[in-house]
């Protein structure tokens, strides 16, 4: 069974810095691209960034320039570095993967459990 497991959330002072990890665990196949979507108290949940298998990645505005994503693909990893963090950057923030399973033959998405990002002005 897939997995996907965040660590790395927290409180921090605006201005400051947090990195993001995410580990795809269990029998897979390939890894498609992973990303990182955001959901605040009483919003919807929205993209933030993702990369593709070649290394493309793709930002939303509010976080381009601050936020930089990457991936260990050899353990199926990604992480999200976050710098000059903002009070509306709080939110939970969810790990998504589209993987193809061992044994299958598609392609799905996949969810991590959320973790929690808290910004103090």
């Known amino acids: 069974q897939v997995q996907l497991v965040e660590s790395g959330g927290g409180l921090v002072q605006a201005g400051g810095s947090l990195r993001l990890s995410c580990a795809a665990s269990g029998s897979i196949f390939s890894v498609n691209t992973m990303g990182w979507y955001r959901q605040a108290l009483g919003k919807q949940r929205e993209l933030v960034t993702f990369?593709?298998?070649?290394?493309?990645?793709h930002y939303a505005l509010s976080v381009k320039g601050r936020f930089t994503i990457s991936r260990d693909s050899a353990n199926n990893t990604v992480y999200l570095q976050m710098n000059s963090l903002k009070p509306e950057d709080t939110a939970v923030y969810y790990c998504n993967a589209h993987l193809q399973p061992s044994g299958s033959l598609y392609y799905s998405y996949y969810w991590g459990q959320g973790t929690q990002v808290t910004v103090s002005s």
């Open positions: 990369i593709s298998k070649n290394d493309n990645t």
